[in-house]
């Protein structure tokens, strides 16, 4: 919410600034800020409303995060009404996933289709389903069969795996990962708990 006021509050600066630069008739200057800066800014005040709080502020935080690293983001949400996880359950999977991915993207190089990451949620039966998948240079799984961390700092790093298959055994889920087509993907399933049944 901070950062909306504050991306809110800049638009009158920007006013101003795109006046001048019409005025001054340097339409070269204007076009690249366009193109550039205020497309940036625009595509950072996406809300997202998936129906639960929790959900959407992970997931307007880490896609503003990501877009602000130049990784596109392609997000596919349909998500049911009053989830059955407790939230900071929901909260700690999708942001070691969603910080997952983002480290790796920003690994690969720059260029245009080079770094994206996509996010799909959606009910598939009595599950929920999370699929996230990055774009990446070589196959991963090849390299790094078992997903250890490679950064330095061993010690502090690499536990956000340990942490999101805690949380899909907790709900009996089912976690997988692949890569295909240039793309490494985490697949989640996390079971809704059983409805008691009314006598």
Do not use: W
């Given at each position: 919410?901070?950062?909306?006021?504050?991306?809110?509050?800049?638009?009158?600066?920007?006013?101003?600034?795109?006046?001048?630069?019409?005025?001054?008739?340097?339409?070269?200057?204007?076009?690249?800020?366009?193109?550039?800066?205020?497309?940036?800014?625009?595509?950072?005040?996406?809300?997202?409303?998936?129906?639960?709080?929790?959900?959407?502020?992970?997931?307007?935080?880490?896609?503003?995060?990501?877009?602000?690293?130049?990784?596109?983001?392609?997000?596919?949400?349909?998500?049911?009404?009053?989830l059955p996880f407790r939230d900071q359950d929901v909260c700690a999977l999708m942001l070691n996933l969603l910080d997952n991915a983002i480290d790796a993207s920003k690994e690969q190089p720059d260029?245009?289709?080079?770094?994206?990451?996509?996010?799909?949620?959606?009910?598939?039966?009595?599950?929920?389903?999370?699929?996230?998948?990055?774009?990446?240079?070589?196959?991963?799984?090849?390299?790094?069969?078992?997903?250890?961390?490679?950064?330095?700092?061993?010690?502090?790093?690499?536990?956000?795996?340990?942490?999101?298959?805690?949380?899909?055994?907790?709900?009996?889920?089912?976690?997988?990962?692949?890569?295909?087509?240039?793309?490494?993907?985490?697949?989640?399933?996390?079971?809704?708990?059983?409805?008691?049944?009314?006598?």
């Amino acid at each position: 919410m901070d950062q909306l006021r504050q991306v809110k509050h800049e638009l009158k600066n920007t006013f101003f600034y795109i006046d001048s630069l019409v005025k001054q008739r340097d339409y070269a200057t204007l076009e690249r800020y366009l193109d550039t800066e205020l497309s940036y800014r625009l595509t950072a005040l996406e809300e997202i409303d998936t129906g639960n709080p929790t959900l959407d502020l992970v997931l307007m935080q880490k896609v503003a995060e990501a877009r602000q690293a130049h990784i596109n983001v392609v997000t596919n949400l349909s998500v049911p009404a009053n989830l059955p996880f407790r939230d900071q359950d929901v909260c700690a999977l999708m942001l070691n996933l969603l910080d997952n991915a983002i480290d790796a993207s920003k690994e690969q190089p720059d260029g245009p289709d080079r770094k994206e990451i996509r996010i799909a949620i959606a009910q598939a039966k009595n599950f929920l389903h999370i699929t996230i998948s990055n774009r990446i240079a070589y196959d991963v799984l090849q390299a790094n069969a078992k997903l250890h961390t490679s950064k330095a700092d061993k010690e502090n790093h690499g536990i956000g795996l340990r942490v999101v298959r805690s949380i899909v055994k907790r709900y009996s889920g089912l976690i997988d990962f692949s890569t295909e087509n240039h793309y490494f993907t985490v697949n989640v399933l996390l079971q809704f708990p059983e409805k008691p049944s009314i006598a």
